[in-house]
């Protein structure tokens, strides 16, 4: 079969990065599990680049660390038992570790919005919808009453909610699943949020419902400048919505690119296997599962941490050493020693 | 073709819930969850079911398997006319007919080990001594992917995967001939997703299962089905060979699904149109007159608000409820998924205008 020649689209965000500082920049972030033992890490020295403007989509397994890290970007981490142990998270130019609980308020809401994976717990039950905006509002912008709901039915006007005026007075049990998500994008995008974290918004969706929310996130993050991260355990998601691509494994990162990149010519195993993964409508070739498990955190293998489930591992190249990441051009690295020597499959090869 | 007696044959199902009763204990108001459905099920193949949530799909596989009782109806397991099984009868036929859950962690008891809870169907079934149970736990240990040690240990310890193949190894013990699979996946990553499914796809041929297998993924339900059922607020719109309902759809609401799949190509993705559907689906308790798809319909025409289409058969075992597809047999897969974006557009392009 012959290569389909993909054109390469270097979005222009990542051009212009060295100009101006990035949305949100992460450098060497370590996070671990505290307790009565020596901290255990679970993410381990993660870099991270958000670009303005910029849909990233943030990818892995169930314990790959992909949430923990976004909840450390918007310090929302249970300190009893999970705590940053190092790096930084710098917002605009500005170090977010560092600032005060007080200070970290006004941050959350109006420079980071976020939406969580499952709407039903993430509302209160017992309060309104518009209650639940209109305090949000009211915290953050010196409104009046009325003012507050005049916007907040506004507001769900903007996520595609018909009938605001009539919803604004329901409560979240009265209305569907999807119908939620979209008052939970509401209320993160309620104060014009600079930066949107997105936290598996899809996972409890049907397919079409899906497809709704991931054109409307698409759309808002347009039309209100917000860059965007996006964490989900699906590539499909990504094919959607994300300009660019972090794919985690067991506590890092070990592949960064353009989706298109991603997809057409991925550069670590670990990418191919998922991409491998996906249904396809349609399209005559097996699903492949990945065999194994991902390591639990404290367990994970001194080499390369996939080299377990990977077929291309071999002995001793894979196991012995800690795999760095390797940068191959701005905004694209890969986390693969063996990377040179293989020629990995994308979805068109 | 070899005529072969199916294993479960469904006749005219009806299924409501009173959701709201009046003072005298009258339902005044019910959600129709299953409304007039016929399917069969051959010996060892699959039947697909797909559907929005609200559609009524996990509702049709409880009420074949008797889980909760139907309204009206006939369902033939084997031999058996279900419905009219004694409750002795009925456990009894119930070894043979078993499900495997959505969410692994609430379908297992977090106190039990794993062994106590696979032997746990033949205990209930009472026609295995101890240690012919301990044997037969022994021996589908390997079979689903699981090590020998797994048997003292408590699902705590297990990952998704690895418990939804507990779940999987419960419901094989007895021997069944029919499982039903309601979004086996829909918990899991999508890496393991692949995996369970190849699971699934092998215990299948090696015990000559047939499953009657619901997800809201059509992905996932094309690779794993001979027939697919397409369900929209407790009927079936559409039936088929799996194929024939993912490629050369006739219905309007199959076409939606089929956009909303992701096509995990970037390109692709982003050149194609998509149907998007206009709001959420209309709620079972209150459905639209007529076709229940119309209002969301891009080619609804007048007669689809009165008129509840009927399931039409082709020769070939291919069935549509809709009147414009089955009045113009041309509008059949990318045809008629492109009038549909059509239609949309300048129906979008006439709101402006005016």
Not at chain 1, 58 to 71: A, D
Not at chain 1, 83 to 107: C, I, P, W, Y
Not at chain 2, 81 to 97: D, I, V
Not at chain 2, 300 to 327: F, S
Request: charged share 20%; glycine share 8%; hydrophobic share 40%.
């Amino acid at each position: 079969m012959e290569l389909t020649p993909v054109q390469v689209k270097v979005p222009s965000a990542i051009v212009t990065a060295h100009a101006r500082p990035p949305a949100l920049q992460v450098d060497g972030l370590v996070i671990g599990l505290v307790g009565r033992r020596a901290p255990m890490p679970v993410v381990t020295g993660l870099d991270l680049t958000l670009a303005r403007q910029e849909v990233l989509g943030l990818v892995g397994e169930s314990g790959s660390g992909k949430t923990l890290t976004s909840l450390a970007i918007a310090r929302l981490l249970d300190g009893r038992s999970v705590q940053v142990l190092a790096g930084t998270v710098t917002l605009f130019g500005r170090d977010l570790l560092t600032l005060s609980e007080a200070q970290m308020r006004s941050v959350r809401g109006k420079e980071i919005g976020m939406i969580f994976q499952d709407p039903m717990t993430s509302l209160d039950p017992a309060f309104t919808i518009g209650y639940q905006l209109t305090s949000v509002l009211r915290r953050h912008f010196d409104l009046s009453r009325q003012a507050a709901r005049r916007r907040a039915v506004e507001l769900l006007g903007m996520v595609g909610i018909g009938d605001p005026r009539r919803r604004v007075d329901q409560y979240p049990h009265q209305i569907s699943g999807g119908m939620r998500q979209r008052v939970m994008i509401a209320l993160a995008i309620s104060c014009e949020p600079k930066v949107l974290i997105a936290d598996e918004p899809t996972t409890a969706l049907d397919a079409t419902t899906q497809a709704q929310i991931l054109e409307l996130i698409k759309d808002l993050a347009q039309t209100l400048h917000m860059s965007t991260i996006i964490t989900t355990h699906d590539l499909g998601v990504v094919a959607e919505v994300c300009d660019t691509v972090a794919v985690m494994y067991a506590g890092q990162i070990v592949e960064q690119a353009t989706t298109e990149q991603l997809f057409y010519h991925p550069q670590h195993p670990y990418t191919e296997r998922l991409l491998l993964a996906l249904p396809r409508v349609g399209v005559e070739q097996e699903m492949l599962g990945i065999p194994g498990a991902p390591p639990r955190a404290g367990q994970f293998p001194e080499g390369c941490r996939f080299a377990p489930r990977c077929g291309h591992a071999v002995e001793p190249d894979c196991v012995a050493h800690v795999v760095p990441l390797e940068h191959l051009a701005p905004g694209r690295t890969a986390r693969c020693v063996r990377r040179p020597e293989l020629t990995l499959r994308g979805v068109r090869t | 073709m070899t005529e072969t007696m199916p294993l479960l044959t469904v006749r005219n199902l009806n299924k409501t819930f009173p959701v709201r009763r009046s003072a005298l204990g009258r339902a005044t108001e019910v959600v129709h969850a299953v409304n007039d459905v016929s399917l069969e099920i051959e010996p060892g193949s699959t039947l697909g079911i797909v559907g929005e949530s609200g559609s009524g799909k996990s509702t049709l596989g409880r009420v074949c398997l008797r889980m909760i009782e139907a309204d009206d109806g006939e369902i033939r397991f084997a031999d058996a006319n279900l419905r009219q099984l004694s409750a002795a009868q009925l456990r009894s036929t119930r070894a043979h007919m078993t499900t495997i859950f959505q969410d692994p962690y609430s379908a297992l008891d977090p106190r039990w080990t794993v062994g106590q809870i696979i032997e746990e169907p033949l205990r209930i079934n009472g026609s295995h001594s101890r240690a012919e149970r301990r044997t037969i736990v022994a021996d589908i240990l390997p079979r689903v992917g699981l090590s020998a040690d797994a048997v003292h240990r408590i699902p705590r310890s297990f990952s998704g995967g690895q418990r939804q193949r507990i779940v999987i190894a419960r419901a094989l013990v007895t021997r069944p001939r029919l499982v039903f699979c309601d979004e086996p996946v829909s918990s899991l990553d999508v890496s393991t997703r692949a995996q369970v499914l190849g699971l699934l796809r092998e215990l299948q041929s090696e015990f000559q299962l047939a499953y009657l297998f619901v997800s809201h993924d059509l992905g996932v339900v094309e690779r794993m089905s001979d027939r697919i059922a397409v369900m929209y607020l407790g009927s079936i719109v559409e039936i088929g060979a799996a194929e024939t309902v993912a490629q050369r759809y006739r219905h309007p609401y199959t076409a939606a699904l089929v956009s909303a799949s992701p096509a995990a190509d970037p390109v692709a993705q982003r050149a194609r149109h998509r149907i998007v559907l206009n709001g959420d689906p209309p709620s079972p308790i209150d459905i639209p007159k007529g076709c229940p798809f119309h209002p969301r319909c891009a080619l609804a025409i007048a007669r689809c608000a009165t008129d509840k289409p009927e399931l039409v058969m082709t020769p070939n075992g291919h069935g549509v409820a809709c009147h414009v597809t089955n009045a113009d047999r041309t509008l059949t897969g990318t045809t008629l998924f492109d009038s549909m974006v059509e239609r949309r557009l300048s129906f979008a392009a006439e709101r402006t205008t005016s």
